[in-house]
């Protein structure tokens, strides 16, 4: 039997199945050491055709803190990408060289295609504005852990929900969990895609749609803010306009409850003024932590070890 299993999208793993990687998260979390040689002889590859900071750093430290190996690329210019190799031929090969495979890609479905063709497990670090399946792990997470549940709250998502890829994958993943009410905060230039909000629709699931922030930052239990995404406008000058337009900061900020959460999936440009670092609400680095943990418990799972 071919027990290959793939992260593509978080609705790949049952509720069910991401409590049990929640709850292996925390076990690593209160005994690293336990883990240290859980993936001895095991090697990581993390194919990153677009930037990453976090996502292939998190997922390389992760691999090596459980005994393993990476190895890989973080620019495609230095890969044979360059010479017009195709994503299912290169997947061919590091199924070759490597356990596992984290990818990144600037095509929507791009670590689909690759899934499709390879003998190892194959996780979408990132594609295009589509789904970026680790962070929603990570931000699912970051919230139960501060909480204590994933259900029961009002989250408001601001900024780019039109191209912010982190926004579509959190709100399918949270659309599983009873109580949860959504706000989408946003230019109209910036709306979250139709398919999400009839998607809303046809599960009864309460959400509306605000341009402005302080209206509505009293309701909310979580703020999920994002960046405007640079890199998917089509003209610079839309871009310029828009880029400015929610800054996070200490006048905002009176208007939040005193146990709202401020969440980030980062890189942070200017959306947050750093002036709500030392803020015990904002949660943005100890979500990039959470990130660690829960991206260990993912390659153990996929990789079958107990
Ligand atoms: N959150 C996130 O995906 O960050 P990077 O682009 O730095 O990986």
Same mark, same amino acid.
């Not at 295009?128 to 029961?152: A, C, E, F, N, V």
């Given at each position: 039997? @071919?027990?290959?299993?793939? $992260?593509?999208?978080?609705?790949?793993?049952?509720?069910?199945?991401?409590?049990?990687?929640?709850?292996?998260?925390?076990?690593?979390?209160?005994? $690293?050491?336990?883990?240290?040689?859980?993936?001895?002889? *095991?090697?990581?590859?993390?194919?990153?055709?677009?930037?990453?900071?976090?996502?292939?750093?998190?997922?390389?430290?992760?691999?090596?803190?459980?005994?393993?190996?990476?190895?890989?690329? #973080?620019?495609? &210019? @230095?890969?044979?990408?360059?010479?017009?190799?195709?994503?299912?031929?290169?997947?061919?090969?590091?199924?070759?060289?490597?356990?596992?495979?984290?990818?990144?890609?600037?095509?929507?479905? #791009?670590?689909?295609?690759?899934?499709?063709?390879?003998?190892?497990?194959?996780? @979408?670090?990132?594609?295009?504005?589509?789904? !970026?399946?680790?962070?929603?792990?990570?931000?699912?997470?970051?919230?139960?852990?501060?909480?204590? *549940?994933? &259900?029961?709250?009002?989250?408001?998502?601001?900024?780019?929900?039109?191209?912010?890829?982190?926004? !579509?994958?959190?709100?399918? #993943?949270?659309?599983?969990?009873?109580?949860?009410?959504?706000?989408?905060? &946003?230019?109209?230039?910036?709306?979250?895609?139709?398919?999400?909000?009839?998607?809303?629709?046809?599960?009864?699931?309460?959400?509306?749609?605000?341009?402005?922030?302080?209206?509505?930052?009293?309701?909310?239990?979580?703020?999920?803010?994002?960046?405007?995404?640079?890199?998917?406008?089509?003209?610079?000058?839309?871009?310029?306009?828009?880029?400015?337009?929610?800054?996070?900061?200490?006048?905002?900020?009176?208007?939040?409850?005193? *146990? $709202?959460?401020?969440? !980030?999936?980062?890189?942070?440009?200017?959306?947050?003024?750093?002036?709500?670092?030392?803020?015990?609400?904002?949660?943005?680095?100890?979500?990039?932590?959470?990130?660690?943990?829960?991206? $260990?418990?993912?390659?153990?799972?996929?990789?079958?070890?107990?």
């Amino acid at each position: 039997m @071919n027990n290959l299993r793939h $992260m593509m999208n978080p609705l790949d793993f049952s509720v069910e199945e991401l409590e049990t990687l929640f709850d292996l998260a925390g076990e690593i979390e209160r005994d $690293m050491p336990g883990y240290a040689h859980k993936c001895d002889g *095991k090697i990581l590859a993390t194919c990153f055709y677009e930037p990453s900071t976090r996502t292939r750093l998190s997922f390389e430290t992760a691999m090596l803190r459980l005994g393993g190996k990476c190895m890989g690329f #973080a620019d495609a &210019s @230095n890969s044979s990408a360059a010479k017009g190799e195709s994503v299912a031929d290169t997947i061919r090969v590091i199924s070759c060289f490597a356990d596992i495979c984290a990818m990144r890609h600037p095509k929507e479905g #791009a670590p689909m295609v690759a899934a499709s063709r390879s003998s190892i497990p194959v996780i @979408n670090a990132g594609d295009g504005g589509h789904q !970026h399946p680790t962070q929603t792990l990570t931000d699912l997470l970051t919230i139960r852990s501060l909480y204590g *549940k994933l &259900s029961d709250f009002t989250i408001g998502l601001c900024g780019d929900l039109k191209f912010g890829r982190t926004v !579509h994958s959190l709100i399918n #993943a949270l659309s599983r969990y009873e109580g949860i009410r959504f706000i989408f905060i &946003s230019p109209k230039e910036l709306k979250v895609p139709d398919y999400i909000t009839e998607m809303l629709r046809q599960k009864n699931i309460p959400y509306e749609e605000v341009i402005k922030l302080e209206e509505v930052m009293p309701q909310l239990d979580f703020l999920y803010m994002t960046r405007v995404q640079k890199e998917r406008f089509f003209n610079e000058e839309d871009y310029i306009r828009l880029r400015n337009f929610y800054i996070l900061d200490k006048e905002k900020m009176a208007f939040a409850k005193e *146990k $709202m959460y401020i969440l !980030h999936p980062l890189p942070r440009v200017n959306e947050i003024s750093v002036e709500i670092d030392d803020d015990p609400r904002a949660a943005y680095f100890k979500q990039v932590q959470y990130g660690l943990y829960v991206r $260990m418990a993912l390659i153990l799972t996929l990789l079958g070890i107990e």
